[in-house]
């Protein structure tokens, strides 16, 4: 058993979700900030990539007082358990997802781990030992099922999101699409890695749900499973 896996993400009209320096760049507007508040506060956990935390330093908090509130209301953390797939436990012990706000976080390495590094996670998080060298990401969808997260959101970066793709994890994928061209053969996509080479393999996608918004759309697919 694993979690219901959402993909959330912004990306340019050229399909790119940052520019070729991996720079943290605003593509979406405040209206779709608010959407994405919503979705959050709706998650039992939220994980992104190491690469995500170095460049951009989230925080992965829920941000508006009032969700924050009906997340207390339910009887849950203001936040929803915030995760890291680090598979060589690079996480700044300052980083901001470990320090701002509260709620329960995890960092999930690989055995291949500076055992130094771990130990110094370990004071601040709770850390899932998973795979020799990479994470197993099937295996930490299963701990953080038997941990009682039901509902999990992705937001990055496109190597995360490839892993998860490739591996058949995604059942969801909802993407704010900008009204600008980023450009670039190396600006990271929201599927970044080896990329499939078989037409069989190809992750296929429902019909859209498409919403206006901020000069741009939604789109709400849903993962096509076979029958």
Same mark, same amino acid.
């Given at each position: 058993?694993?979690?219901?896996?959402?993909?959330?993400?912004?990306?340019?009209?050229?399909?790119?979700?940052?520019?070729?320096?991996?720079?943290?760049?605003?593509?979406?507007?405040?209206?779709?900030?608010? @959407? #994405?508040?919503? &979705?959050?506060?709706?998650?039992?956990? %939220? *994980?992104? /990539?190491?690469?995500? =935390?170095?460049? +951009?330093?989230?925080?992965?908090?829920?941000?508006?007082?009032?969700?924050?509130?009906?997340?207390?209301?339910?009887?849950?953390?203001?936040?929803?358990?915030?995760?890291?797939?680090?598979?060589?436990?690079?996480?700044?012990?300052?980083?901001?997802?470990?320090?701002?706000?509260?709620?329960?976080?995890?960092?999930?390495?690989?055995?291949?781990?500076?055992?130094? @590094? #771990?130990?110094? &996670?370990?004071?601040?998080?709770?850390? %899932? *030992?998973? /795979?020799?060298?990479? =994470?197993?990401? +099937?295996?930490?969808?299963?701990?953080?099922?038997?941990?009682?997260?039901?509902?999990?959101?992705?937001?990055?970066?496109?190597?995360?999101?490839?892993?998860?793709?490739?591996?058949?994890?995604?059942?969801?994928?909802?993407?704010?699409?900008?009204?600008?061209?980023?450009?670039?053969?190396?600006?990271?996509?929201?599927?970044?890695?080896?990329?499939?080479?078989?037409?069989?393999?190809?992750?296929?996608?429902?019909?859209?749900?498409?919403?206006?918004?901020?000069?741009? =759309?939604?789109?709400?697919?849903?993962?096509?499973?076979?029958?």
């Amino acid at each position: 058993m694993r979690p219901y896996v959402t993909v959330n993400l912004a990306m340019s009209a050229d399909g790119k979700i940052s520019t070729r320096e991996r720079r943290q760049v605003r593509i979406s507007g405040d209206r779709d900030y608010r @959407r #994405v508040d919503a &979705l959050k506060a709706g998650q039992d956990a %939220i *994980v992104v /990539g190491i690469g995500t =935390v170095l460049a +951009d330093n989230p925080s992965l908090t829920v941000k508006s007082p009032a969700l924050r509130e009906g997340r207390r209301n339910e009887g849950k953390a203001d936040n929803p358990v915030r995760v890291v797939v680090d598979s060589q436990a690079r996480t700044p012990p300052g980083a901001d997802l470990l320090r701002k706000g509260t709620g329960e976080r995890v960092i999930a390495v690989a055995e291949s781990a500076p055992r130094e @590094r #771990v130990e110094r &996670l370990r004071d601040l998080a709770t850390v %899932i *030992v998973s /795979g020799a060298d990479q =994470v197993d990401l +099937d295996q930490l969808l299963r701990e953080l099922h038997r941990k009682g997260i039901r509902r999990l959101m992705v937001e990055g970066g496109g190597t995360l999101l490839w892993g998860f793709f490739s591996r058949g994890l995604v059942d969801e994928f909802c993407t704010f699409v900008g009204p600008v061209v980023i450009g670039g053969k190396d600006s990271p996509t929201p599927a970044d890695g080896e990329g499939f080479l078989l037409e069989r393999d190809f992750v296929r996608l429902e019909p859209p749900v498409v919403t206006e918004c901020d000069g741009g =759309v939604i789109l709400r697919w849903l993962v096509k499973r076979d029958n």
